[in-house]
Structures are given as C-alpha cells and as structure tokens.
C-alpha cells in the first residue's frame, strides 16, 4: 500500500514539474510603434551610397510574456515626443506613447520585471524610465560608456545588471542576449525562440537596414567597423544554427508586414 502510494505521489510530481516546465515559456510576442523619421541623407548608414537622398526610418519596441512575466527590448523613442513633436529636419516622430501601447494590453508599467537595451543611443532607451522598478539588463561595457559630455548613460538608481557576453534571461534558453558589439562598445542582440513561430533574432543596430545586411555593410557612424562586421557574421551563423528570421528594428519595408496588437507572435 505504502508502496503504491509512493508511486502514485511520484507520478503526481512529475505530472507537475511537467506542467510547470510547460507554462515557462515565450507566450506571446509584440511588436509595437516606437516612433518613425525620414532622414535627408540617407549615406552615413550607406557608405559609398545615396549620398543626398533621403531615407526612412522606423523605432520598433518589443513586448514578450514569459511564464506569466513581463519584458520589454528596447523602449524606442521618449514618449515626451508625442506631446511636443520637433519641427527639426531628421527629427524622430511618435504617433503614440509607449506606455499608452502597453495599456491597451493590460500591461502597467509596474507589471514589467525586465527592461533590456540593445544599446544607449536615444532612440533605443528614451522610455527606460517609464520602469523604475524593472532589472535593467544591458551589457556592462554600454553602461559604462560614458555620453560626449562625460555624462551617464543610465541613472545610477535604477536596477540593474551588467552584463559581460551572452545571457540567458530566464534561464531556459529561449529568450537569449547576444553580445553583437560595433555598433556601440556594448551593443546586444536578441534571440526569442517561440514555440509556434519559430526563432526570431532582434536585430537591435547591429544591422540598420535589410539591404546593408544583404551587402554586409557597415554604416559610418558606427563605433568600431571591424567589431560591426564580427557582429554580422555572428547573427548570420545564429540564424544558420538556429533557423531564426532575423527581424530589423529599422527596416520600414519589413517592419509593415509585422503583425501589431493586440494581435502577436506565440
């Protein structure tokens, strides 16, 4: 009897262990509005190309739910935006607010545990402090890079971990930090490995546009070009390895075939 027992609770912890490791998962994908511009010189992302035509631009934020928690990959443009637009040439735009986008999904700021950058530039952390309270994850060699100024990138109050190379956010490998320098001394990448898509690698700026990736070019106006092109390469085995799409954060074109919410990627 005790015997049987036993073996019925065993079967009962397995069953649930089995259930648990199920649910933690990438539930669900979003891609969101971050802000758009229309550059009038297009070539320092195109060296050697379209010097004086203009070129356009879109910031893309990304929302994903993991076993029950919130992340946010990059928080595009400052929401400040939307109310009080720039009438400068180059300027970035927004049409929304990032918060106002989360709130249409249920999603208060405070419900985000994760907030990870691809990099420092302002049209990739201008919302960081939206989440106070949410583990900033961004590699230690871009928190520490200091602004032209001198100045800090990040506020020193907000949490969060530095990182030195690859990181498994949740530690089950499905919603991986690629180091991809060049860009920026510590860009980062990202890999998001969902059950019904498939592998989607977040680009970040380690590549700006799908033709300087189809060409491998490395825009001007980039840190380091040989650290670039190490970059590009490194997402291209990725994407060999692992069957990912590689998603552009800037590339108009591709961004409006994307799906937006409510609707996601699972």
């Known amino acids: 009897m005790k015997s049987l027992i036993a073996l019925t609770m065993t079967v009962l912890l397995l069953a649930s262990t089995e259930s648990a490791a199920a649910e933690e998962k990438v539930e669900r994908l979003y891609v969101i509005d971050c802000g758009d511009r229309t550059v009038t010189d297009l070539s320092p992302w195109t060296p050697g190309l379209n010097v004086g035509r203009p070129g356009d631009f879109v910031d893309t934020c990304y929302l994903l739910r993991h076993g029950g928690e919130w992340m946010v990959w990059d928080t595009g443009i400052a929401d400040a935006v939307f109310a009080a637009p720039s009438k400068e040439s180059n300027a970035w735009h927004r049409d929304t607010t990032l918060v106002s986008e989360l709130a249409k999904l249920g999603v208060a700021p405070a419900d985000v545990k994760y907030v990870a950058v691809s990099h420092s530039h302002p049209d990739h952390i201008g919302n960081v402090e939206l989440f106070p309270k949410a583990t900033l994850l ?3 060699a871009e928190y520490e890079w200091p602004n032209q100024d001198g100045s800090v990138r990040f506020l020193p109050s907000h949490p969060v971990k530095k990182l030195e190379g690859d990181y498994d956010v949740f530690g089950d490998g ?37 033709d300087n990736w189809d060409a491998r070019r490395v825009p001007s106006i980039n840190f380091d070009k040989d650290k670039s092109a190490a970059s590009m390469q490194r997402l291209a085995d990725l994407i060999a390895e692992t069957h990912a799409q590689l998603w552009i954060n800037h590339d108009k074109p591709q961004a409006a075939t994307m799906k937006r919410p409510p609707a996601f990627y699972d």
């Not at 991986?176 to 320098?181: G, H, N, S, V, Y």
């Not at 860009?187 to 059950?195: D, M």
């Open 174 to 210: 499905t919603v991986m930090l690629i180091a991809t320098p060049g860009h920026t001394p510590g860009h980062q990448s990202l890999l998001v490995k969902l059950p019904r898509n498939g592998s989607v690698l977040l680009s970040g700026d380690a590549v700006h546009l799908k």
């Open 138 to 140: 961004v590699q230690k």
